[in-house]
Nanobody
Framework: QVQLEESGGGLVQAGGSLRLSCAAS????????MGWYRQTPGKQRELVAT???????NYADSVQGRFTISRDNAKNTVYLQMNSLKPEDTAVYYC??????????????WGQGTQVTVSS
């Protein structure tokens, strides 16, 4: 069983900051990429940022320069530091992890989602 537990969402004023965390627990061999997606009502889930096990990062254009993704491999945890938040960043943020169990069983696991609300 693998679980991803998110924390750090909440309400913040425009221009403020929040830090999201997501820790993976359970039985697995390794974690490949980890990252964050977000979703608003009526829209598809969209990529926010990803980070590989080696530390290579990728960001959506809309958050480039404002958000920073990082991970602590020893803690199986990924972080999303969000600065200069805008009302359009309001969404439910979902953590994901590309996890290998055993020798070949590989799939994406998702967290339950955490609400981020940015007021204007």
């Amino acid at each position: 069983q693998v679980q991803l537990e998110e924390s750090g969402g909440g309400l913040v004023q425009a221009g403020g900051s929040l830090r999201l965390s997501c820790a993976a627990s359970g039985s697995f061999t390794r974690i490949n990429s980890m990252g964050w997606y977000r979703q608003t009502p009526g829209k598809q889930r969209e990529l926010v940022a990803t980070v590989t096990s080696g530390g290579s990062t990728n960001y959506a254009d809309s958050v480039q320069g404002r958000f920073t993704i990082s991970r602590d491999n020893a803690k199986n945890t990924v972080y999303l530091q969000m600065n200069s938040l805008k009302p359009e960043d309001t969404a439910v943020y979902y953590c994901y992890a590309d996890i290998v169990r055993g020798f070949v069983a590989r799939r994406d696991y998702w967290g339950q989602g955490t609400q981020v609300t940015v007021s204007s």
